[in-house]
T-cell receptor
Framework: GAVVSQHPSRVICKSGTSVKIECRSL??????MFWYRQFPKKSLMLMAT?????????EQGVEKDKFLINHASLTLSTLTVTSAHPEDSSFYIC?????????????FGPGTRLTVL | KNQVEQSPQSLIILEGKNCTLQ??????????LRWYKQDTGRGPVSLTI?????NTKSNGRYTATLDADTKQSSLHITASQLSDSASYIC??????????????FGQGTTLQVKP
């Protein structure tokens, strides 16, 4: 159990286009999901906390108009990178928190590799 | 400042050998400590989670220890296999009400197991 999926796993787009990444909790409900960004050989950096039915909370330095987050249901959160530029190329990982678990554990998705040309 | 530091930064061992990875943290208040394995190009996968009252936890060939007094943790891998080659990340969850659910990540230890 406790599986989190992401789609797509890999996307290549042209500069100026928008890209949507989906994060789904497959076998549990997640009122809270998290979006991370990871650069090569670096650890995960939290971008925003996504709460079902309310606005996301963004970390300092993350542009909320650039990275749109929608958490419309208890099993789905989406991250839209608007007007993507080459510097947005990165590995994006989501996680979902299972409140039913004993440790409020976060389960991570497999990640989405975004390449902006 | 909440911080998690890991050592060594990278490690190369021969297949079949054991190794131990270290994690020191300064996180307050402390909720739990987690070790994750992250394969290249994949998301992190949980190995162990420990609260302050747990000082050891095993998951197959992985054994994690926690000393809440010295704020240190270790991950011991026995009889290493080629598939153990990955980045191992120590993550501490803060029990602060303002940071509920936020994780503080170490920089990771990159382990390479050679045949």
């Amino acid at each position: 159990g406790a599986v989190v999926s992401q789609h797509p796993s890999r996307v290549i787009c042209k500069s100026g286009t928008s890209v949507k990444i989906e994060c789904r909790s497959l076998d549990f409900q997640a009122t809270t999901m998290f979006w991370y960004r990871q650069f090569p050989k670096k650890s995960l950096m939290l971008m925003a906390t996504s709460n079902e039915g309310s606005k996301a909370t963004y970390e300092q330095g993350v542009e909320k108009d650039k990275f749109l987050i929608n958490h419309a249901s208890l099993t789905l959160s989406t991250l839209t990178v608007t007007s993507a530029h080459p510097e947005d190329s990165s590995f994006y990982i989501c996680s979902a928190r299972d409140l039913a678990g004993s440790y409020n554990e976060q389960f991570f998705g497999p990640g989405t590799r975004l390449t902006v040309l | 400042k909440n911080q998690v530091e890991q050592s060594p930064q990278s490690l190369i061992i021969l297949e079949g050998k054991n190794c131990t990875l270290q994690c020191n943290y300064t996180v307050s208040p402390f909720s739990n400590l987690r070790w994750y394995k992250q394969d290249t190009g994949r998301g992190p996968v949980s190995l162990t989670i420990m609260t302050f009252s747990e000082n050891t936890k095993s998951n197959g060939r992985y054994t994690a220890t926690l000393d809440a007094d010295t704020k240190q943790s270790s991950l011991h891998i026995t009889a290493s296999q080629l598939s153990d080659s990955a980045s191992y990340i120590c993550v501490v969850s803060s029990g602060s009400s303002s940071n509920t659910g936020k994780l503080i990540f170490g920089q990771g230890t990159t382990l390479q197991v050679k045949p």
